[in-house]
């Protein structure tokens, strides 16, 4: 499961921690709330066109899911910020936008439908076996916005979209079961998915990130822990993988973020945590370090000016871990600068950034999960 899943999934159930960094540099750009749809309580960002569309969730819309009221409905913000829903997908319950083309043409999410009886911890947060398993569908909402789903892989059951490129090539994984192991696949114009194989060895992969040129990024994952990868606009038709090392003394890595020009980002990992990297196009890694008084840090995005958005983190910063996070920026030369969360909040987190710098995300304050628009 991606990143961006666990927090639109698991949002309204997260502890919240405060964050304690200590920061010298001042945010360098001001946060806009956006808005979540009528009569809901939260709402997350998760991507951002280049003319300044942004999608992701507008939490607390209810459905019923088992013993469990769930909440999440797929949304957009116009560049004025004001919220419209996407259309479900027939016969599902709930749904997300997990990202954007650059061009705005496309959006593309999860959608969600009750299954079988079983337990299921996206719908029982206490673990229980009470809960209905849910299908998750990849989703893609064309021009007209009109929901049309990306099928997994023959003999799957479950698909997940993460990134689109301007030409409407979608990535993400197909799975089995709910939560894997998944395979990393690439859907073309027609939705036809095809599959990402892992590294020798390896028996799952992930794509995460997608650039114009057709290059895809993810992780490929076994016995071993987790390598990121590269495939690019060749070789994933030819079905090789590419390791990206981690860095010195981390033991595993992954990618979730590629520029126009090849460079990659995400984190590298190791016995004290995570560290965002940037690996350049001959593969090399260089860490990005974090706020002042952080211990760690990992990134989810990258622009064509080389700047990298992420969050700074006192401990580990893994995805699953719960720790308090703060929003920041790199510049090219990766010095970091804090994002400010919005006026009461004590948590905030970067999920993509644009072409012109614009960068999304959300923030927590005492009214919970609030989208926010950095510019």
């Given at each position: 499961m991606t990143y961006r899943t666990h927090w639109i999934v698991f949002a309204m159930f997260l502890p919240l921690f405060?964050?304690?960094a200590v920061v010298e540099a001042q945010p360098t750009r001001t946060p806009t709330p956006l808005p979540p749809l009528v009569d809901t309580p939260g709402s997350t960002a998760t991507g951002i066109s280049s003319g300044g569309v942004v999608v992701g969730a507008s939490l607390g819309f209810p459905f019923t899911m088992g013993p469990y009221t769930m909440a999440a409905r797929a949304i957009v913000w116009d560049r004025r910020g004001i919220p419209a829903p996407l259309p479900l997908l027939a016969g599902d319950v709930a749904n997300t936008a997990t990202g954007i083309s650059a061009n705005g043409k496309n959006i593309i999410g999860l959608s969600f439908h009750p299954g079988d009886p079983g337990g299921c911890p996206r719908c029982d947060p206490g673990g229980g076996s009470g809960g209905e398993m849910s299908v998750t569908t990849a989703v893609i909402w064309g021009p007209d916005g009109t929901p049309a789903p990306l099928p997994p892989l023959p003999g799957d059951t479950q698909s997940l979209a993460n990134a689109i490129s301007p030409a409407g090539v979608v990535?993400?994984?197909s799975l089995a079961i709910e939560f894997g192991p998944p395979l990393a696949v690439v859907w073309d114009g027609d939705g036809t998915p095809t599959p990402l194989p892992p590294l020798p060895g390896d028996t799952q992969s992930e794509a995460t990130a997608i650039n114009p040129a057709g290059v895809v990024v993810g992780f490929s994952a076994g016995g071993g822990g987790e390598t990121a990868v590269v495939w690019d606009q060749n070789a994933f038709r030819a079905g090789i993988a590419?390791?990206?090392?981690?860095?010195?003394?981390?033991?595993?890595?992954r990618a979730t973020g590629i520029s126009s020009s090849g460079v990659v980002v995400r984190w590298s990992h190791g016995s004290d945590g995570s560290t965002a990297v940037v690996w350049d196009g001959d593969g090399i890694p260089t860490p990005l370090p974090p706020l002042v008084g952080d211990r760690a840090s990992t990134a989810t995005g990258i622009n064509?000016?080389?700047e990298v958005v992420g969050n700074s983190c006192p401990s580990a910063c893994l995805d699953w871990d719960p720790v308090s996070r703060a929003a920041v920026v790199w510049d090219r030369d990766g010095i970091p600068a804090p994002l400010a969360p919005l006026p009461g909040g004590f948590w905030s987190e970067a999920a993509g950034i644009n072409a012109p710098g614009e960068i999304v995300g959300f923030s927590i304050g005492s009214e919970g999960f609030t989208a926010v628009v950095w510019r």
């Open positions: 405060l964050v304690t990535v993400g994984a590419m390791p990206l090392a981690p860095l010195p003394d981390d033991t595993s890595s064509g000016d080389g």
